[in-house]
């Protein structure tokens, strides 16, 4: 059974940063792409970033390009997600996805998902 378990949410002041990690386990994580989304209030769950199995390649959706970094270390089974110089409308729950299949940009590419971590950027 595949299970991934974010942590590293909170409350931090616009500007400041968290790292999220997303722990997974029951897959072959190391040929695992991997994603995360998110989901505020009354809006749709949206692409955050991504990065494939071997790590050489990563995708950003373009609210979070310069400011998150997404990492992943195959022999923690974990991917990151360093989020920096956050801001208000980055509040959000942050869902760690396993990638299945086509684009890395959308929600139905992805087959297993976290419980998710609340992230909020006080202003």
């Known amino acids: 059974q595949v299970q991934l378990v974010e942590s590293g949410g909170g409350l931090v002041q616009a500007g400041g940063s968290l790292r999220l990690s997303c722990a997974a386990s029951?897959?072959?994580?190391?040929?695992?792409?991997m994603g995360w989304f998110r989901q505020a209030p009354g809006k749709e769950r949206e692409f955050v970033s991504a990065i494939r199995w071997s790590g050489g390649s990563t995708y950003y959706a373009d609210s979070v390009k310069g400011r998150f970094t997404i990492s992943r270390d195959n022999a923690k089974n974990t991917v990151y997600l360093q989020m920096n110089s956050l801001k208000p409308e980055d509040t959000a729950v942050y869902y760690c996805?396993?990638?299945?299949?086509?684009?890395?940009?959308?929600?139905?590419?992805?087959?297993?998902w976290g419980q998710g971590t609340q992230v909020t950027v006080s202003a």
């Open positions: 996805a396993g990638h299945y299949g086509g684009s890395y940009y959308i929600r139905n590419s992805y087959r297993y």
């Open positions: 029951g897959l072959t994580f190391s040929t695992a792409s």
